[in-house]
């Protein structure tokens, strides 16, 4: 399981317009990540993070036409990190 954060910039949407999409989307989402937590950073960017189980099925999600056609309506642009736990 991976441990992902992302953060999501919207050039042409609100915070609010955008998680009321996402929050949409939630039972596809839920076949491939869950412990989701999303924050809001300001009107125009917000940060996740999630347990990816299936990273496959996130990358196809991202490479879905539908996935596109939203992602340009709303101006998005997502960063995607694996995070790793901290040597100690």
Same mark, same amino acid.
């Given at each position: 399981?991976?441990n992902?954060m =992302?953060?999501?910039?919207?050039?042409?949407?609100?915070?609010? *317009?955008? /998680?009321?999409?996402?929050?949409a989307?939630?039972?596809?989402?839920?076949?491939?990540?869950?412990?989701v937590?999303v !924050?809001? =950073?300001?009107?125009?960017t917000?940060?996740?993070?999630?347990? =990816?189980?299936d990273? @496959? /099925?996130?990358?196809?999600?991202f *490479?879905d036409p &539908?996935? /596109?056609?939203? &992602? @340009? *309506?709303m !101006?998005?642009v997502?960063?995607?990190y694996?995070?790793?736990?901290?040597? !100690?």
């Amino acid at each position: 399981m991976l441990n992902t954060m =992302v953060i999501i910039k919207m050039n042409n949407c609100t915070y609010d *317009e955008w /998680k009321k999409a996402f929050d949409a989307d939630s039972a596809s989402d839920a076949e491939f990540m869950r412990d989701v937590i999303v !924050g809001k =950073v300001d009107d125009h960017t917000a940060i996740c993070s999630m347990d =990816v189980f299936d990273p @496959e /099925k996130m990358q196809a999600m991202f *490479e879905d036409p &539908e996935m /596109k056609k939203i &992602e @340009e *309506e709303m !101006g998005l642009v997502h960063e995607v990190y694996q995070l790793q736990p901290m040597q !100690g």
